[in-house]
């Protein structure tokens, strides 16, 4: 669950012998602060437990304790070490070490220009969490959050609040609730299995970070808790190389052995893959074996079984039956250039998503979604290429000014603040008075004591027709490696280039520090349709690489 932001303390004040500097983050159960031990003077992180926890202060308590207790049995270069820990006003902190480089997610544009540098940051948190296994201590939580980076760019593991500790019996879940974040989640975990955790389970949440660090986005999508975690059990993951073409498919292999559904079939423990991530950095490529592994000798006496039924399978209807529910052959087909159709007889796509404002209805043939707040739904998560068409029928209906269109780049990350989102739409109004098409930049972020929504028009222009209302426009953006072209009912509308959309995405994220400065890697985001203040309609919606 998200809580909402906590009052922070005041900077300046003191928590034991600490002194407030600055909130670093907030997290479900503590507070985050940056502080001066004013007897050393020595800057370091201070975790508070927060003041709105009500009845789950007793757990809050208890992950506190059972942080501290991790910390005192845990010594690794890659593990952020706990210095100290006490009560302060009733409510227990811990004082770590001051990791200045932040999440490892806010610089997964290093990553995705590099894979080698993810690759290396993954081994070295693999042998950390191995230190830790060793020591009879799980996890349990592997996520971005909880992986920092250092000023030399080191990845240090931090936040064993879940984690599993040997003289430790109470348990934080009953049985059959699941214990972590769902996005990171082995199926095991997701299922509440806790007697199935175990380094493999650390297996998995390791492959889902180093899949995310080379690809910019996750294996498996849900548009909310429950459909993740269905994902995550029943789906198959995304393949790495249909998202990144160039990636290398000895290091693809890896990935995928991380994320096999049953545990025996990962690796068995988290320094066996840091051995493999480690052999392919040397150039020795790994190639993890099958479970069902044969020798050469039973190969050539299957040799002729396995003839005949080459003879007898429609091998392509099989091989698209086994992709079925994954994102592969779309990013295929987009891969040759072929047009692909975001919205298949009226049925969503496995991995869309949800994403801004509030979206309360969602209707089919056609889809329909309405919100008053900026609201997308994503169809495709990302763009394999630099060059794209986005197309799609659009209708409406508001009793106010509002808009419904199609969106593109949109790209999201979670601040300090809350959820940030940034993403470019283009839009027709509809309102009964006006007539405009336009091609905007959004940045939108909504909290518990304010909504932030900005914006910036990059072109408009008024077709020589009547309003949307009560009638399909067609929309369509072409995006080029030089320039954004907007197009409606046919008709060039105008032109923007690249590099001046960039900026524009630049300018709103630059306007608080905590969100990540976009690069022209980001207009590969995801795309999507998208409505305003009304209700809108889709068909039509397709996609294709290249113009």
Same mark, same amino acid.
């Given at each position: 669950m998200i809580r909402p932001a906590a009052a922070a303390e005041p900077m300046g004040a003191r928590i034991g012998p600490y002194e407030l500097l600055e909130e670093i983050a907030q997290g479900g159960m503590?507070?985050?602060y940056q502080a001066r031990d004013v007897r050393s003077g020595r800057v370091m992180a201070l975790k508070v &437990?927060?003041?709105? !926890? *009500?009845?789950? #202060?007793e757990e809050a308590a208890y992950r506190f304790r059972r942080e501290v207790q991790a910390g005192a049995l845990l010594r690794h270069p890659h593990i952020v070490p706990i210095f100290d820990s006490g009560v302060h006003e009733h409510r227990p902190y811990l004082v770590m070490e001051f990791v200045s480089g932040g999440r490892i997610d806010r610089q997964f544009a290093r990553f995705l220009a590099d894979p080698r540098q993810a690759v290396i940051a993954i081994e070295k948190v693999a042998r950390a969490l191995h230190s830790a296994h060793q020591q009879g201590i799980l996890h349990r939580d592997l996520k971005p959050a909880n992986v920092l980076l250092d000023d030399q760019g080191e990845p240090r593991l931090t936040d064993f609040g879940l984690a599993r500790l040997p003289a430790m019996d109470m348990e934080l879940t009953r049985v059959g609730e699941p214990l972590g974040t769902p996005a990171y989640m082995a199926p095991e975990q @997701?299922?509440? /299995?806790? =007697?199935r955790v175990g380094p493999p389970t650390e297996v998995w949440g390791l492959g889902v970070l180093l899949f995310e660090l080379v690809t910019g986005i996750k294996p498996f999508f849900g548009e909310n808790e429950v459909r993740m975690q269905q994902a995550i059990r029943t789906a198959e993951p995304l393949e790495p190389r249909a998202v990144r073409l160039q990636l290398d498919r000895a290091l693809e292999n890896i990935i995928l052995k991380c994320l096999r559904k049953e545990p025996e079939q990962r690796y068995a423990s988290a =320094?066996? !893959?840091a051995d493999d991530l480690h052999r392919w950095l040397g150039?020795? #490529?790994?190639?993890?074996? +099958?479970?069902?592994s044969l020798s050469p000798a039973s190969c050539l006496l299957l040799l002729p079984l396995i003839a005949g039924l080459l003879l007898w399978i429609n091998l392509p209807r099989y091989a698209a039956e086994v992709s079925s529910g994954t994102a592969d052959p779309v990013f295929r087909q987009l891969a040759r250039g072929q047009k692909v159709e975001l919205l298949p007889d009226g049925e969503l796509p496995p991995w869309a998503r949800f994403a801004t404002g509030e979206t309360s209805q969602l209707r089919y043939q056609p889809l329909g979604l309405e919100g008053f707040a900026p609201s997308l739904? =994503? !169809?495709l998560p990302r763009m394999p290429t630099d060059s794209y068409r986005l197309t799609a029928e659009v209708s409406g209906h +508001?009793? %106010? &000014? *509002? =808009?419904?269109?199609? /969106?593109? #780049?949109h790209a999201q990350e979670r601040t300090t603040a809350g959820v940030d989102d940034l993403f470019l739409a283009l839009t027709q109004s509809l309102s009964p008075q006006s007539n405009r098409v336009a091609l905007v930049a959004h940045r939108y972020r909504k909290d518990e004591r304010r909504e932030l929504h900005r914006r910036e028009e990059l072109l408009q222009w008024s077709p020589p027709a009547s309003p949307v209302t009560d009638s399909w426009r067609k929309l369509s953006v072409e995006v080029s490696t030089e320039a954004i072209a907007a197009h409606c009912d046919g008709l060039r509308i105008g032109e923007v280039s690249r590099r001046q959309v960039v900026q524009t995405l630049?300018?709103? @994220? #630059? !306007? %608080?520090? @905590?969100?990540?400065?976009?690069?022209? %890697? +980001?207009?590969?985001?995801a795309l999507g349709v998208y409505v305003r203040s009304g209700r809108g309609a889709f068909r039509s919606v397709t996609a294709s690489s290249g113009n």
């Amino acid at each position: 669950m998200i809580r909402p932001a906590a009052a922070a303390e005041p900077m300046g004040a003191r928590i034991g012998p600490y002194e407030l500097l600055e909130e670093i983050a907030q997290g479900g159960m503590g507070i985050v602060y940056q502080a001066r031990d004013v007897r050393s003077g020595r800057v370091m992180a201070l975790k508070v &437990m927060r003041t709105d !926890l *009500g009845g789950g #202060a007793e757990e809050a308590a208890y992950r506190f304790r059972r942080e501290v207790q991790a910390g005192a049995l845990l010594r690794h270069p890659h593990i952020v070490p706990i210095f100290d820990s006490g009560v302060h006003e009733h409510r227990p902190y811990l004082v770590m070490e001051f990791v200045s480089g932040g999440r490892i997610d806010r610089q997964f544009a290093r990553f995705l220009a590099d894979p080698r540098q993810a690759v290396i940051a993954i081994e070295k948190v693999a042998r950390a969490l191995h230190s830790a296994h060793q020591q009879g201590i799980l996890h349990r939580d592997l996520k971005p959050a909880n992986v920092l980076l250092d000023d030399q760019g080191e990845p240090r593991l931090t936040d064993f609040g879940l984690a599993r500790l040997p003289a430790m019996d109470m348990e934080l879940t009953r049985v059959g609730e699941p214990l972590g974040t769902p996005a990171y989640m082995a199926p095991e975990q @997701a299922a509440g /299995c806790h =007697e199935r955790v175990g380094p493999p389970t650390e297996v998995w949440g390791l492959g889902v970070l180093l899949f995310e660090l080379v690809t910019g986005i996750k294996p498996f999508f849900g548009e909310n808790e429950v459909r993740m975690q269905q994902a995550i059990r029943t789906a198959e993951p995304l393949e790495p190389r249909a998202v990144r073409l160039q990636l290398d498919r000895a290091l693809e292999n890896i990935i995928l052995k991380c994320l096999r559904k049953e545990p025996e079939q990962r690796y068995a423990s988290a =320094e066996a !893959l840091a051995d493999d991530l480690h052999r392919w950095l040397g150039g020795k #490529a790994a190639r993890p074996r +099958s479970p069902f592994s044969l020798s050469p000798a039973s190969c050539l006496l299957l040799l002729p079984l396995i003839a005949g039924l080459l003879l007898w399978i429609n091998l392509p209807r099989y091989a698209a039956e086994v992709s079925s529910g994954t994102a592969d052959p779309v990013f295929r087909q987009l891969a040759r250039g072929q047009k692909v159709e975001l919205l298949p007889d009226g049925e969503l796509p496995p991995w869309a998503r949800f994403a801004t404002g509030e979206t309360s209805q969602l209707r089919y043939q056609p889809l329909g979604l309405e919100g008053f707040a900026p609201s997308l739904l =994503e !169809l495709l998560p990302r763009m394999p290429t630099d060059s794209y068409r986005l197309t799609a029928e659009v209708s409406g209906h +508001s009793i %106010e &000014m *509002g =808009e419904v269109g199609i /969106c593109f #780049a949109h790209a999201q990350e979670r601040t300090t603040a809350g959820v940030d989102d940034l993403f470019l739409a283009l839009t027709q109004s509809l309102s009964p008075q006006s007539n405009r098409v336009a091609l905007v930049a959004h940045r939108y972020r909504k909290d518990e004591r304010r909504e932030l929504h900005r914006r910036e028009e990059l072109l408009q222009w008024s077709p020589p027709a009547s309003p949307v209302t009560d009638s399909w426009r067609k929309l369509s953006v072409e995006v080029s490696t030089e320039a954004i072209a907007a197009h409606c009912d046919g008709l060039r509308i105008g032109e923007v280039s690249r590099r001046q959309v960039v900026q524009t995405l630049h300018r709103l @994220a #630059a !306007l %608080e520090p @905590a969100r990540q400065v976009p690069t022209d %890697e +980001s207009l590969r985001g995801a795309l999507g349709v998208y409505v305003r203040s009304g209700r809108g309609a889709f068909r039509s919606v397709t996609a294709s690489s290249g113009n």
